[in-house]
C-alpha cells in the first residue's frame, strides 16, 4: 500500500473549525525544528505539501491534508485518511496569552478529536530525552483512548554516529527510525500507520 495523492485540505485555529471528522486522522506532533514539515513531504512524496517555516514555531494553525493510498485489493483499489500537521511546541517566540490559547486549541484537538486514530510523536534522535518530550509522551498515554495508538519517529538519525543510533534503538525497540535525507526509515513509518488505520 502506497500514497498515490496527498492534497492540503485546510487550516483550523481550533477543533471548532476543523473539518468534519469523516476520515480516520493521523496527527503528527514534534517540537519546532524537528523535521515535522519535512517528514510529511518525504512521506507524501510532495515536495512543498507541508510549509516549513524557517522561524520554529511559526506554524500555529492545525492543518490537514488528504490522503489517498493505493491497495492491492482489486474490489477496493483506494483507501482514504487525513494527516493531520500540529503546531510546533518548544521554541516559539509569541506572546503568553497567544501561547495559553495555541495550547488550549491543541490540547482540545488532541483530547477530542473522535476521527484521531494514530499520534506520532517526532522525536529529535540527538536528543531523545528532553523533558518536554517526555510531558507530552506522559500527557498523550493519559488521554489516549483504547482505540489510539503513539507511534515514537525519531527524525535526523543521518546525524548521529553509528554507536549512538544502536544505543538509541536499544532503548527504543519500537521506535522508528527516519532520516529525510536518506529517505530511511519513512517506509517503515508508512507501514505502521497503514497497518493499524487499516489492517495489512
Known amino acids: 500500500m502506497k500514497i498515490v495523492e496527498a492534497n492540503f485540505l485546510t487550516s483550523a485555529q481550533s477543533i471548532i473549525d476543523s473539518p468534519s471528522p469523516d476520515k480516520a486522522e493521523v496527527a503528527f506532533l514534534g517540537r519546532s525544528n524537528v523535521g515535522k514539515s519535512s517528514l510529511l513531504n518525504t512521506l507524501t512524496n510532495r515536495k512543498g ?6 522561524t520554529p514555531g511559526k506554524t500555529q494553525l492545525i492543518n490537514y491534508f488528504d490522503i489517498k493510498f493505493k491497495t492491492q485489493n482489486e474490489e477496493l483499489p483506494y483507501m482514504y485518511a487525513r494527516f493531520v500537521d500540529l503546531p510546533g511546541f518548544g521554541y516559539a517566540k509569541v506572546s503568553k496569552s ?6 488550549k486549541n491543541l490540547t482540545g484537538y488532541l483530547e477530542q478529536r473522535p476521527s484521531l486514530q494514530i499520534f506520532v510523536h517526532l522525536i529529535d534522535a540527538r536528543h531523545p530525552t528532553l523533558d518536554i518530550d517526555k510531558n507530552v509522551d506522559e500527557f498523550l498515554e493519559s488521554i ?11 527524525t535526523k538519525i543521518d546525524k548521529l554516529k553509528q554507536n549512538d543510533l544502536q544505543k538509541l534503538k536499544r532503548e527504543y525497540p519500537k521506535g522508528i527510525f527516519i532520516s529525510n535525507l536518506k529517505k530511511r526509515g519513512v517506509d517503515q513509518l508508512q507501514s505502521a500507520i497503514t497497518g493499524y488505520l487499516f489492517g495489512n
Not at 497567544?98 to 495550547?103: A, C, F, I, Q
Open 49 to 54: 505539501l507541508a510549509k516549513s517555516s524557517s
Open 98 to 103: 497567544l501561547k495559553k490559547e495555541w495550547n
Open 144 to 154: 489516549k483512548r483504547g482505540d489510539q495508538i503513539i507511534i515514537h519517529a525519531f
